[in-house]
Structure formats: C-alpha cells, structure tokens
C-alpha cells in the first residue's frame, strides 16, 4: 500500500475531540497509518468541541448539527490539521464545501448496551419497576423506549462515559442506555448488562463506525486512508445516511436504522418515532450494495408516505418554537 504515498508527504496531523473515547479511536485510527505507512509520521492535534463544553443542556435543546465536528472541520480548513477521526454518528450528513468522508473503518456492535445500578442486577429492560429512571442523553433511544416501555421515567444525562457511571452507581439513576461500540472500546464490557435487540432499539445512523474526514482535494491523502476503509462496512453507512440526510435529521431528530449485508445484498431498516413514543413508522427495503445510497432515499420515501413526515413536521415546529 506505500506506493500511493509520495515522498512529499513526511508528516500527517490527525485531528481528534480531547475526550477519552475520542482518543482511544484516533490512537487506534493512527496505529493502523502506521503500521501500514511506517515511514510518515502521524500527529494527534486534539481540540475541544461546541459539544465538549456544554455539557448541562441536553444535545436536542443546543440545536446546532455538527456539534463534535465543527472546530475540526475549520482545523481542516484552515490547514492546521490533515484529517479528523469521528465517531461516524456525531458526522452531519451534509459536510461543509471543500471536505469529503475519505474512509469508513470496521464497525463495532452498533447496538444499544443496557447498564444497570447493581440494585437492578437481576433485571432486564422489561422487568425493571414502574417508574425506574433511566438516563440517556439520545431522543432517538428515549423515544423508541417510551414507546415499548411506557412504564419507566426517563432523565438526560450528559458527560463522558465515567461521569455517567458515576451518577449511576451513585443512585441518580436506576440504568443508563449506551452505545455497546463505546463501551467495548473503552474496556468496559463487563458493565453490559444486556445488549438490546433491534426489536427494542434501532441503532443511531453510523453508531459503531468511525468516520475519517478530511479535504475534498487532498487525494494523495484519500487514497492513503483508503488502506484502512472496511466496504461493508461503508457500504451500510452510506445507506444509512442517505435515509438520515433524505429525513433532514440530526440529534433532535428520533430516527432509527439497522443494515444488514447478505452477500451482494443490503438490507436496510429504518424507523421515525415521535418523541413521546406513541408514533413510530418503521419499514424496510433491500437491493445491491453498489445501490446503498439509493436504498436510503428509498426507505425515506416509503416511511414518509407511512406518516414520517407528520411526526417530523411536529418535531420540527417545536424546535422553532423553542428557538
């Protein structure tokens, strides 16, 4: 794979958010470049996001898209650094002029992880008691769990991983919902108490994967990054996407997916619930991988046609509302 390197290139800045999870997969994403690529260097820049520092509001009353990504993505811009690794789900659909999504990387479980207080150890998301608080700063998880489990009392929650286990096991909470990928990558998987099905929970769009960006006209450096880029991988995300960008949805927005690939064959499931959990529309398409965005287009036409549009509308008059 070194042929696709110039003897130009010597040293590449990474871009990457200062918080723990970040770190561990941009160290990741730049220990693969360097066993591939021993002779650059690669440099961690980090930075602190807009979503970093305000960490009192819940995600969907802050408003912005791009709420992890927009000072990196002026660090590309402005040259101060070469690419940036995200987590893909925090990535907007839509990128600013003059960068690219250069490289998916293999994608962890993108399911939702349950995590309990120990008094709750011998339960599962449908045995917890009436009223049982559970955090979750995501209305994509509160909305489809209002919606199976009416029952429990939900509460935001916001912070790195630590601190949020830290309010459970202090009582604040009864159980959190988390992503399994970052749970597992940070050596917690023993606080997995039980891995929802996609009955339950649909995965946020790109949950699991990490999304490499960098500028659109560097192709000595897409062509580099593309030695670590899993196709299937890129492959379900793309659909994905495309049903998120086609929805015009974000983190304020209760949309869910789930992709599978069965040899040439993609299949795509997506739902939007309303935030109260009482309208959910969900269906499902399938066609070639090579078709992966078309599909999403697809599956965002078929649910609006079910009634997404009306929940989205609603939804998004309230943010107007709220603004």
């Known amino acids: 794979m070194t042929s696709v390197v110039s003897s130009s290139i010597r040293t590449i800045r990474i871009g990457s958010r200062k918080s723990q999870l970040a770190l561990v997969q941009t160290h990741w994403v730049q220990e693969q470049l360097q066993k591939r690529f021993p002779e650059i260097s690669f440099e961690v820049h980090t930075m602190a996001t807009q979503g970093d520092k305000i960490l009192d509001v819940a995600l969907a009353k802050i408003g912005d898209k791009g709420l992890f990504t927009k000072e990196l993505e002026l660090g590309m811009l402005d040259r101060e650094i070469d690419f940036a690794v995200h987590s893909l789900k925090d990535l907007p659909t839509r990128l600013p002029e003059g960068l690219a999504l250069a490289a998916v990387t293999e994608r962890e479980n993108p399911a939702d992880a349950l995590v309990v207080h120990e008094k709750h150890k011998d339960k599962q998301i449908d045995t917890l008691p009436e009223g049982a608080v559970i955090g979750t700063s995501s209305l994509r998880r509160l909305a489809q769990l209002r919606y199976h489990f009416p029952h429990l009392s939900f509460k935001d929650v916001r912070g790195n991983l630590n601190t949020r286990m830290s309010k459970l096991d202090a009582g604040e909470y009864d159980a959190l919902i988390l992503a399994v990928a970052g749970l597992e990558r940070l050596g917690m998987s023993d606080r997995i108490h039980q891995v929802l099905s996609k009955e339950v929970s649909l995965h946020a769009v790109g949950q699991g994967a990490l999304g490499i960006e960098c500028r659109a006209d560097d192709t000595e450096l897409i062509s580099l990054l593309k030695a670590i880029e899993h196709p299937e991988t890129r492959d379900r995300c793309l659909a994905e996407r495309a049903f998120l960008r086609d929805l015009e949805g ?49 599956l965002a036409q078929k649910v609006r046609e079910q009634g997404a549009q009306e929940i989205l509308d609603e939804i998004f008059a309230q943010i107007q509302r709220n603004s």
């Open 250 to 298: 974000g983190c304020q927005v209760p949309i869910g997916v789930n992709t599978e690939i069965n040899g040439n064959t993609l299949t795509l499931t997506g739902n939007v619930a309303s935030v109260d959990g009482k309208k959910v529309v969900q269906d499902t398409v399938s066609g070639e991988t090579e078709d992966a965005e078309k599909l999403g287009t697809e």
